[in-house]
């Protein structure tokens, strides 16, 4: 006895139309199964783009922190050259820095992001080494370290995709001293509302 398959037969009843169904169905699974497989590949990359830069956001903040931290530590230095807790904490950060600044050139995709922060690197290195009698003049490091920094931020966050890669700078002649304000009468204290 024969049993008959719905999708080998015309309307009609002599068959025909069930090739061209069969073509069609698996026509739609493999678009269905492509379509899957796309979206989960798009998926995979936007993943993989947000962990790379929350990787680079993250070593970018720690190198940053450590550029801080040997500058403080120099300052110190220039104060207490001979201190061996200083120069042993300076070592380490420096050591970090090192470390962090590799974790940099294999993380960035930006070669001006990668420059800046070998840069920082390096003047963080000479002002430190100054406080010891190395080469290296503090204050020129110092000033080279803030020009740097901001190249870093700038280069960072356009990597990072951020909005806007302008950087707040401070003023090149810093910011008044609390207390050092003129006074308008003698005795008396200036405005408190003018800046």
Not at 92 to 97: D, I, M, N, P, Y
Not at 108 to 115: D, F, I, L, M, R
Request: proline share 5%; with cysteine; hydrophobic share 35%.
């Amino acid at each position: 006895m024969r049993v008959a398959c719905p999708w080998a037969r015309s309307s009609d009843g002599r068959g025909g139309y069930g090739l061209a169904a069969a073509w069609f169905a698996l026509g739609g699974a493999l678009i269905g199964v492509l379509g899957t497989v796309l979206t989960e590949l798009a998926r995979g990359r936007r993943d993989d783009r947000n962990v790379w830069r929350e990787e680079l956001r993250s070593v970018c903040a720690e190198f940053v922190s450590e550029v801080a931290h040997i500058q403080d530590l120099s300052h110190e230095l220039r104060r207490s050259p001979e201190d061996p807790e200083f120069r042993r904490a300076a070592q380490e950060t420096h050591s970090r820095l090192r470390a962090l600044q590799d974790r940099l050139r294999l993380t960035s995709k930006s070669v001006a992001t990668q420059e800046a922060a070998r840069r920082l690197q390096h003047y963080t290195y000479y002002q430190w080494r100054s406080t010891l009698g190395g080469r290296g003049e503090f204050w020129q490091a110092h000033e080279e370290i803030g020009t740097w920094l901001t190249a870093f931020n700038v280069a960072a966050r356009k990597e990072l995709g951020l909005e806007g890669t302008s950087v707040y700078q401070d003023p090149p002649e810093g910011f008044p001293i609390p207390g050092d304000r003129p006074r308008s009468v003698a005795g008396s204290e200036a405005d408190p509302a003018t800046p």
